[in-house]
């Protein structure tokens, strides 16, 4: 009975929220319990299964997955509802959750999701919390630095970068020192590595922060 897998159960309902809680104990799995995404975040969890209510009164899967990716985790989440439309079902997915489970919880729908999850999740979750600590670390970057990031990554050296932006070679020096830094990063191919584990495109690189 004991399946050893952690649930992290994001409700703003405490009666649900128990409820859950009661439910996935009495079925082997470990629960922890947060009223909202910032409490999810504050706990930093890095294991588990994240159970996200998605309803306007009770909260949003949505912004449990912005809230983690902007503070760079990844976790795999499931949206739960008590009365899910296919619309809500389609736009919980979009955003990035794995599946949708209708409250209260049954029995053989949460086994199966979990160990579907578990057998999938090991390598597109490393993938994923590296994404999400890729798109941390660009956030950091001013717009400047994002657009002598983007000619690092094409290959420009510092004076083609600086004829491209219309500045000094020694300007390109130290937004791209800076640029650097920030990333934590000491060679180009760092850079270029850290731009692909984003998975940003080129608009959305300007735009992120």
Same mark, same amino acid.
């Given at each position: 009975?004991?399946?050893?897998? @952690?649930?992290?159960? #994001?409700?703003?309902?405490?009666?649900?929220?128990?409820?859950?809680?009661?439910?996935?104990?009495?079925?082997?799995?470990?629960? &922890?319990?947060?009223?909202?995404?910032?409490?999810?975040?504050?706990?930093?969890?890095?294991?588990?299964?994240? !159970?996200?209510?998605?309803?306007?009164?009770?909260?949003?899967?949505?912004? #449990?997955?912005? @809230?983690?990716?902007?503070?760079?985790?990844?976790? $795999?989440?499931?949206? +739960?509802? +008590?009365? $899910?439309?296919?619309?809500?079902?389609?736009?919980?997915?979009? @955003?990035?959750?794995?599946?949708?489970?209708?409250?209260? !919880?049954?029995?053989?729908?949460?086994?199966?999701?979990?160990? &579907?999850?578990?057998?999938?999740?090991?390598?597109?979750? &490393?993938?994923?919390?590296?994404?999400?600590?890729?798109?941390?670390?660009?956030?950091?970057?001013?717009?400047?630095?994002?657009?002598?990031?983007? !000619?690092? #990554?094409?290959?420009?050296?510092?004076?083609?970068?600086?004829?491209?932006?219309?500045?000094? $070679?020694?300007? #390109?020096?130290?937004? %791209?020192?800076?640029?650097?830094? @920030?990333?934590?990063?000491?060679?180009?191919?760092?850079?270029?590595?850290? %731009?692909?584990?984003?998975?940003?495109? $080129?608009?959305? !690189?300007?735009?992120?922060?």
């Amino acid at each position: 009975m004991e399946h050893k897998e @952690k649930l992290h159960i #994001v409700d703003g309902s405490s009666r649900s929220r128990a409820e859950q809680a009661r439910f996935g104990f009495d079925h082997g799995y470990h629960c &922890e319990v947060y009223a909202d995404a910032d409490e999810l975040v504050h706990a930093a969890p890095s294991t588990g299964i994240v !159970l996200a209510r998605d309803g306007c009164e009770f909260g949003s899967v949505a912004a #449990v997955i912005e @809230k983690l990716n902007a503070n760079g985790y990844w976790l $795999p989440v499931v949206a +739960t509802g +008590t009365d $899910p439309n296919p619309k809500q079902v389609v736009a919980a997915i979009k @955003k990035g959750a794995l599946d949708f489970l209708r409250l209260p !919880l049954k029995s053989s729908r949460l086994t199966r999701m979990v160990e &579907e999850i578990r057998q999938e999740a090991a390598a597109y979750g &490393e993938s994923m919390r590296r994404m999400a600590q890729a798109r941390v670390c660009l956030a950091r970057l001013s717009p400047r630095e994002r657009e002598i990031l983007e !000619l690092v #990554v094409a290959g420009e050296s510092n004076k083609e970068i600086a004829q491209e932006l219309e500045i000094s $070679p020694r300007t #390109v020096e130290v937004h %791209r020192s800076s640029m650097m830094s @920030k990333l934590g990063a000491h060679r180009a191919a760092e850079v270029v590595r850290l %731009r692909l584990e984003a998975r940003l495109g $080129p608009t959305e !690189l300007l735009k992120a922060g």
